[in-house]
């Protein structure tokens, strides 16, 4: 098997405990992190690791373990006193000048995997592919895992993308009900101080691209739901992104006091009957807004934020009903400013 092993310490211990052996002294808390790679037939080795408590965690790709569940159960919020976690994970007790041994064992995870195509027949490439989890409260959330560590997921940099055909797949998944989610991807530069290196000019996610959900579904709430025992594999799950028939929301906002443009507004879509948000889009330089590729419907826009120019003055949120059949323009909100005290 191949993958990598790495710890998750719960408890320092002093190595003043054993005598006879080294006389290094760390502080109560202090937290050590170890990981190596496996050899062909699965065997790994570390070295040097202080003594203490630790827990085991085995990762290889297509495959998962106990700690995977918990992860998605808790939307990737485990915290060291979780009680899961000693059910979850291999603990350990390393003593200094001992070796410790320990397995690791995992099964094979389920997976899904489908096509995604623009409604007149040519492949859907290079789209973020985000999998959908129904949690406890029967309620639809990102899909979060125990190797979901990549911190630029949040621009849409997502590792799982369609290919040159539109094709994807996610593998090493635990059992679950689950769905899919494509988003179309919006130019955005990106300035020095982000990237470290240069300026670039990037496609990523944003919250004004179209969201299309597996059935072919716009809304979340009718997303198809896509249950998953273990080790399935589930083929066949294909979307369709349309190409004609979508529509442009623009409008402007402004403060009521004194006509002033506001800029820092966020402008939302929301779905009218349970209020998701659909779309959303932030205010630009002149105080303007554009939602591209909306799709015909029933929405209740909302506007609400703050402005920095007007002593970072709050402005009492406003919603109004929206039908749209065709493109919308000068949709104008005027805000009135509550001023901190």
């Known amino acids: 098997m191949c993958g990598y092993a790495c710890r998750l310490p719960v408890r320092q211990r002093d190595d003043a405990e054993y005598a006879g052996k080294e006389e290094r002294r760390y502080a109560a808390g202090e937290q050590h992190a170890y990981s190596s790679p496996t050899d062909m037939d699965g065997v790994f080795q570390i070295d040097g690791a202080v003594a203490g408590d630790y827990y085991i965690l085995g990762r290889c790709a297509g495959y998962v373990t106990p700690y995977d569940v918990l992860v998605a159960e808790t939307s990737g919020a485990v915290k060291d006193e979780d009680e899961g976690l000693k059910y979850a994970l291999n603990p350990i007790t390393v003593v200094a000048g001992r070796t410790t041994s320990t397995s690791v064992t995992m099964q094979r995870g389920a997976s899904i995997a489908g096509t995604v195509i623009y409604d007149d027949g040519s492949p859907a490439e290079n789209l973020p592919v985000k999998l959908l989890w129904k949690n406890a409260k029967q309620q639809w959330e990102p899909f979060a895992n125990s190797a979901n560590d990549n911190s630029t997921s949040v621009l849409g940099l997502d590792s799982v993308q369609t290919d040159d055909r539109g094709r994807f797949r996610e593998t090493g998944l635990p059992p679950g009900t689950y769905s899919v989610m494509i988003a179309l ?29 597996f059935g072919d579904k716009y809304r ?13 594999e589930r083929n066949g799950v294909d979307v369709t992104i349309p190409a004609n028939g979508l529509h442009v929301v623009r409008g402007a906002v402004s403060a009521k006091a004194d006509g002033s443009v506001v800029k820092k507004v966020t402008v939302q879509l929301l779905d009218p009957e349970d209020m998701t948000v659909v ?4 205010i630009g330089s002149e105080g303007t807004f554009v939602l591209h590729c909306v799709v015909s419907g029933s929405y209740v826009v909302k506007v609400s934020g703050q402005d920095a120019g007007s002593k970072a003055s ?22 009135d400013p509550v001023l901190k005290h």
């Open 220 to 232: 979340i709430r009718e997303t198809l739901p896509i249950v998953l025992y273990d080790g399935e």
């Open 279 to 282: 779309r959303e889009a932030d």
């Open 314 to 335: 709050v402005f009492d949120p406003v919603t109004q009903n929206l039908v749209v059949e065709g493109d919308v323009r000068d949709l104008n909100f005027v805000l």
């Open 185 to 213: 991807r919006q130019a955005l530069w990106m300035p020095k101080r982000i990237t470290g290196t240069s300026e670039i000019d990037v496609k990523v996610t944003k919250g004004d691209g179209l969201k299309v959900y």
